[in-house]
């Protein structure tokens, strides 16, 4: 696995670009940056290429991918009957972190939208990611760049501690932007339904287009989600996560009952919260709310088994990028705690 490092626009970097756009224009896998997290890609034409990234992650072959591409016209090439509102969106978000559901066109490979009529496609705004999305000139698809289950990528250390050996580079940009993925949003509906909170908020969308509705299979267990990955428990820590609902006492009386079990906590809260309490060890994930999506993953990830027993994270507010972060800790967590 190679590895470039990009930390400006030298000729140095514009090397390590051509030479990663050559490699995927070949049919090998590349990890590069976007403004959510690390994408793991292929050229989405190519279904040998786009199996090497379902063999590297040992992701389930019904879960399908997104495709990224660098401009508007790339991006409809892909697709076909696009509603007025989608273009809307792609006029105020793309680029950026929102990915449109919508009827493929054939362009990209079967395997790429795991045979169903629809695909996802993303005008990523990463300078990375837009600089070799432009020097390969060919659709993209890109999941995250980690191993199926785990937490996304958002620097190139976890995509190295992940998928080193299994792929053919990961070019590093440093740290991503947002923290957790892409806004997925359902553009074959009438009114646009989000598959997948991210980037993009539903007040966001709302601002623009008015109405958009949340799938119910996202709050709902007895309902199956739209998006098949959504079905999966996904981000998963190495060590068992308590989400608590309730206040800095609640956190700090859950710690304490863990701790009276001879467990070792590990703590996983804002910077606020985290003056308020006291465990094992403490990770700050910042003091608001996009500071606490941007180090998320990197907070799942740091808590190992042989340091800690059991993660205690708060619950934050929904509103925003908080609907995002608590939609990703509701599925990293094993056990929900409701305190009145
Ligand atoms: O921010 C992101 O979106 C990142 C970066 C790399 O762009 N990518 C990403 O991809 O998160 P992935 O594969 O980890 O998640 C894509 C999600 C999955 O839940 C998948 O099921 C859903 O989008 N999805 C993809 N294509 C779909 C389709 N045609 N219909 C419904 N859901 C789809
Ligand atoms: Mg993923």
Same mark, same amino acid.
């Given at each position: 696995t190679k590895r470039w490092k990009i930390t400006n626009e030298t000729s140095e970097a514009q090397a390590a670009i051509s030479e990663a756009a050559s490699l995927l224009k070949k049919g090998e896998t590349i990890a590069f940056p976007t403004e959510t997290v690390y994408g793991l890609g292929a050229? #989405? /034409?190519n279904p040998e290429a786009v199996n090497k990234i379902f063999a590297a992650k040992g992701r389930p072959q019904d879960n399908p991918l997104i495709a990224h591409v660098a401009t508007k016209e790339q991006l409809l090439? %892909?697709?076909?009957?696009?509603?007025d509102y989608a273009a809307q969106l792609m006029d105020a978000? $793309?680029? *950026?972190p929102l990915t449109y559901v919508l009827k493929t $066109? *054939?362009?990209? #490979?079967d395997n790429v939208t795991a045979g169903q009529e629809t695909i996802g496609v993303r005008m990523p705004s990463h300078p990375v990611a837009q600089a070799l999305l432009k020097a390969c000139d060919i659709p993209i698809a890109a999941p995250s #760049?980690? %191993? $199926?289950? &785990?937490p996304s990528p958002t620097t190139a250390v976890h995509v190295w501690e992940d998928l080193q050996g299994k792929i053919a580079g990961v070019v590093d940009g440093g740290p991503t932007g947002f923290g957790v993925e892409s806004t997925v949003l359902d553009? /074959?509906?009438?009114i646009p339904v989000i598959l997948r909170p991210g980037g993009v908020t539903k007040e966001q969308l709302t601002q623009i287009i008015g109405m958009v509705v949340t799938d119910p299979g996202l709050a709902n267990s007895s309902e199956k989600p &739209? #998006?098949? *990955?959504? &079905?999966y428990r996904h981000y998963a820590p190495e060590v068992p996560l308590l989400l608590v609902y309730g206040t800095p006492k609640d956190v700090q009386a859950t710690i304490d009952k863990a701790q009276a079990e001879g467990k070792k906590v590990g703590a996983l809260v804002s910077d606020q919260t985290a003056a308020e309490i006291t465990a094992f060890e403490t990770i700050r994930l910042g003091k608001n709310l996009p500071e606490v999506a941007a180090h998320l993953y990197d907070g799942l990830r740091k808590f190992k088994t042989r340091e800690v027993d059991v993660i205690v994270s708060e619950a934050f507010p929904e509103d925003g990028i908080g609907q995002a972060v608590m939609n990703r800790l509701r599925k990293a967590a094993s056990k929900h705690i409701h305190m009145s």
């Open positions: 050229d #989405a /034409t090439r %892909l697709v076909y009957n696009v509603p978000f $793309s680029p *950026g $066109s *054939g362009v990209c #490979a #760049a980690n %191993l $199926s289950g &785990k553009c /074959t509906q009438e &739209k #998006a098949p *990955g959504m &079905k």
